[in-house]
């Protein structure tokens, strides 16, 4: 019995002696090298983490910026980039590592307020690094068999992402634009842009698959009446135009016109493919729609109703609502005042959306009203979401000068403020009125090669990003100006960090 026992207590120790090389041997093995062992595993000097410490001076919860650790390359840095102007030249970091390791070596290089140096980590370090030159961290094993050299990186946006940029290299010219060119007009009509450019005499057609894409398919139209180009509307399958006499007419391919045998005094915009507009009479003026619904009859315009000079209608989706919301702004009503209000359509009436005793909107006419976004912030670290915003661009105001400010409105057209800075015209972009903003996306692909691991298993390198195309408009002298200017929020151009 009692050799039993000893043998039985001699193989248990043997077990337990070789446990841990059998599970480490398991736990680290490369797949590629059938004679791995622990003292070279990139485990010995692999960061488990990587941060800074808190720095209120610095930044407002600086130590919550995540920091993305690409061992294969050798990266640290932080995907979400700091705000444009965060002081990088002290930081104190805190490092985690997965094993104990020998030494930590940090080698600073070319950076502004520190002179090139050579810094030993430790757990309690209070040194502060330079890291506007080049910053490498070099970690040595425990058993000093193995080393690995880290490029660490704190990104600074060089541009507020929460801003709203027009570059001057991207404004091309007008479609059609030539100096005979009097009137212009562009629009979405199904899966095309479609621009008319009027000289008084020859209508030109032009045609387009992508509003940026720089080159247009010329024809040319011969109209059996003279037109208003400005009030070219598109619907789903058919556009629309009032001759200078307000005769209403249409079109399937914007060649062949026909009368639809109705007199407006103005288009107020397409909703749901009928065309909504205004009827002038003897006793006033009146809501008219073409076609018209079984069941419509045209009614008298509410007071303050903008009977000509009206924005563009725009058409958006409304999470409270059950049918499309469609928008007016500005214009002037039946006494010819000029009008500070944003007028919304349902399907069914209309309604004032804005403050009656004023607000922020100034009182203007054929100003350029879009729906496109913004962000706003979240509570905690940098947290940002997407909304749908309205933007009012140009216009002429009361005084005879021309609007150079930008209006936004987050709540659907309910309240106004004017934007700041960030969300501006470009200085050296003109002032104008009557011009039309198209969004259409453009589809980006991150740099791959470039792009480091992020914080989900596939991070996202293709995405749609949404561009303000800005056709034409007037100057105060009522000149066409020939420019065609592309503007993107530029959070949204970013590589999207999930």
């Not at 000097?45 to 600086?62: C, H, N, R, Y």
Request: aromatic fraction near 12%; include cysteine; proline fraction near 4%.
């Amino acid at each position: 019995m009692t050799n039993k026992i000893t043998w039985y207590l001699m193989l248990v120790a043997v077990a337990l002696i070789a446990l841990p090389a059998l599970v480490s041997c398991n736990k680290d093995k490369d797949k590629d090298d059938d004679t791995f062992t622990y003292s070279t595993s990139r485990q010995t000097t692999l960061i488990k983490a990587f941060g800074l410490q808190a720095d209120a001076d610095v930044l407002s919860s600086l130590d919550s910026v995540h920091f993305t650790v690409d061992y294969d390359r050798g990266l640290i840095y932080n995907a979400d980039s700091l705000p444009v102007g965060t002081d990088i030249t002290g930081l104190k970091v805190k490092i985690d590592f997965l094993n104990t390791v020998s030494s930590a070596i940090f080698s600073i290089t070319g950076a502004t307020e520190q002179s090139d140096t050579t810094i030993e980590y430790t757990a309690s370090m209070t040194t502060e690094l330079d890291f506007t030159g080049t910053t490498k961290l070099t970690v040595t094993s425990a058993d000093q068999q193995r080393i690995k050299v880290y490029d660490i990186k704190v990104l600074v946006h060089k541009i507020n992402p929460d801003s709203l940029e027009w570059p001057q290299s991207w404004r091309r010219d007008l479609p059609g634009y030539a100096t005979d060119v009097m009137e212009h007009k562009v629009v979405k009509f199904g899966d095309a842009y479609l621009a008319m450019a009027y000289t008084g005499a020859e209508c030109r057609l032009l045609t387009a698959t992508d509003p940026g894409q720089g080159t247009w398919e010329q024809g040319a139209v011969s109209l059996p009446f003279t037109p208003q180009i400005s009030t070219l509307h598109a619907a789903d399958n058919a556009l629309f135009m009032l001759d200078v006499d307000g005769v209403l007419y249409t079109s399937l391919d914007a060649i062949e016109w026909t009368s639809c045998g109705v007199q407006w005094h103005s288009i107020l915009g397409v909703y749901e493919n009928r065309l909504l507009g205004v009827m002038g009479g003897s006793d006033g003026y009146y809501h008219d729609e073409y076609p018209r619904s079984d069941d419509f009859v045209p009614s008298a315009i509410e007071k303050g109703f903008p009977v000509t000079g009206a924005s563009d209608m725009i058409q958006t989706e409304a999470s409270w609502a059950v049918a499309p919301q469609a928008m007016i702004a500005g214009g002037r009503d039946a006494n010819g005042t000029l009008l500070n209000s944003v007028w919304g359509y349902d399907g069914t009436c209309w309604g004032r959306i804005n403050s009656t005793t004023g607000g922020s909107l100034p009182a203007v006419t054929d100003a350029t009203l879009f729906s496109y976004f913004t962000y706003r912030k979240l509570p905690g670290v940098r947290r940002y979401a997407l909304q749908v915003s309205w933007y009012l661009m140009g216009g002429k105001l009361a005084n005879g000068d021309l609007n150079d400010k930008i209006y936004l409105s987050n709540n659907q057209g309910i309240s106004w403020t004017v934007g700041d800075s960030t969300v501006s015209k470009a200085s050296y972009m003109p002032e104008f009125y009557g011009a039309q903003a198209l969004v259409s996306n453009i589809t980006h692909t991150a740099d791959v090669i470039g792009l480091a691991p992020r914080r989900v298993s596939s991070p996202m390198i293709t995405w749609d990003c949404p561009y303000i195309y800005l056709f034409g408009g007037y100057n105060a002298q009522g000149e066409l100006l020939p420019n065609v200017w592309r503007g993107v929020y530029i959070r949204l151009s970013n590589t999207p960090l999930y």
